[in-house]
């Protein structure tokens, strides 16, 4: 699988560290002990900073006396952003995008617990630095019935192109197979977003307060898990929720509820297969609490986008997961409709 982990020519290093567990592209710092922040910034070579600087374009040239003078004129309210460690160009911003330091995301993750308690899971740098991210495990797990353990992570990206805003969000990962449980309840969402612009650090330190929803989002999932695993589902039950929540468009659902399924995309019909015979046959799914249970036709579309749907390289696949994608919206639309199920039975599904 290809990547966009970035690659210092001066450590000879990839910037991307991760504890005990080798990332999707095998690259990077593999350490054994979790680390403190300090300590993460060096081992995902994260240790740089970014600065504005004035752009300039070329303007006529002018010759005095026989000597060709290559003028410049600057570019009024934009700048460039650059890593002062290697002059790499990492984007254009305008005059009033304020950047978010490195250190700053991490200083956050530091502040929603004291800096006690937190466990930095990975962090790294895509392409020259221009996106950060990380993700740190919290104390403590969402339990499901007896042996089913969800691990509770924050996830943070950042960016100094101008590109985007600066995401924390809430993230579950279910241990046995690490499904990705991305799910925004009680219309909150699970994830805080911050804009560049002059109060950003101020904004970011401040957003551990609105953070607490994790605490809040882990007590209900934890209390509608364990609802749904005593919820039963059949299997050509499960294979309609998975269709309902794959469907990409209004033309695919009208398609399907009129029965003209000739018209319906290959790819559609096999990725509903796919995710289909995950639900059927992953080992993961075959426990006592996902078979034949709500909670397991919700892994079956989680599973099927962490853990068997092909990307084109792993920055894809984070965008998908974790940045508002494809995966992270059918797994938010298979969690609201097993909420349904759980509540209506059958009639809940859309799909005939």
Same mark, same amino acid.
């Given at each position: 699988m290809a990547h966009n982990i970035n690659y210092n020519e001066q450590s000879g290093k990839h910037s991307f560290f991760s504890v005990k567990e080798k990332a999707w592209h095998n690259l990077g710092q593999i350490i054994q002990d979790y680390s403190t922040s300090a300590e993460a910034i060096k081992h995902a070579g994260l240790d740089y900073e970014v600065e504005k600087r004035k752009l300039f374009t070329p303007s006529r040239e002018t010759i005095i006396d026989g000597e060709t003078i290559h003028n410049k004129i600057e570019v009024p309210n934009y700048f460039s952003t650059v890593r002062t460690d290697n002059d790499a160009v990492l984007g254009v911003v305008g005059k009033d995008y304020q950047i978010v330091q490195n250190r700053d995301a991490f200083s956050f993750f530091d502040s929603i617990v004291g800096g006690d308690g937190i466990l930095y899971e990975t962090a790294g740098a895509l392409g020259k630095g221009e996106r950060i991210f990380i993700t740190a495990k919290l104390p403590d797990y969402i339990r499901v019935g007896n042996e089913d353990l969800i691990e509770k992570y924050l996830f943070l990206t950042t960016s100094h192109d101008g590109s985007g805003s600066i995401t924390a969000a809430f993230t579950p990962i279910r241990i046995v197979c690490a499904n990705t449980l991305n799910a925004a309840m009680n219309n909150k969402t699970n994830t805080v977003r911050i804009r560049h612009t002059s109060n950003a650090k101020q904004r970011l330190e401040q957003a551990h307060k609105v953070m607490g929803i994790s605490d809040m989002l882990s007590a209900q999932m934890e209390t509608i898990f364990n609802h749904w695993t005593k919820v039963r589902i059949t299997d050509s039950e499960v294979k309609k929720l998975i269709r309902s929540a794959l469907v990409p468009n209004k033309e695919v659902l009208k398609s399907i509820q009129e029965g003209r399924e000739e018209e319906l995309s290959t790819c559609f019909t096999n990725m509903v297969d796919s995710a289909f015979e995950y639900a059927m046959s992953d080992p993961t799914q075959l426990m006592d609490t996902t078979? @034949? /249970? #709500?909670?397991? *036709?919700? &892994?079956?579309? %989680? @599973?099927?986008? !962490? +853990? #068997?749907? &092909?990307?084109?390289?792993?920055? *894809?696949?984070? /965008?998908?997961?974790?940045?508002?994608? %494809?995966? !992270?919206?059918? /797994? !938010?639309? *298979?969690? +609201?409709?097993?909420?349904?199920?759980? &509540?209506? @039975?059958?009639? *809940?599904?859309?799909? &005939?």
């Open positions: 078979k @034949g /249970t #709500v909670f397991g *036709a919700y &892994n079956s579309v %989680t @599973g099927y986008f !962490q +853990n #068997v749907r &092909n990307y084109k390289d792993d920055e *894809a696949k984070l /965008t998908s997961l974790l940045m508002g994608g %494809t995966g !992270q919206l059918r /797994t !938010q639309s *298979a969690f +609201n409709l097993c909420l349904e199920f759980a &509540n209506k @039975g059958s009639d *809940a599904l859309i799909l &005939n």
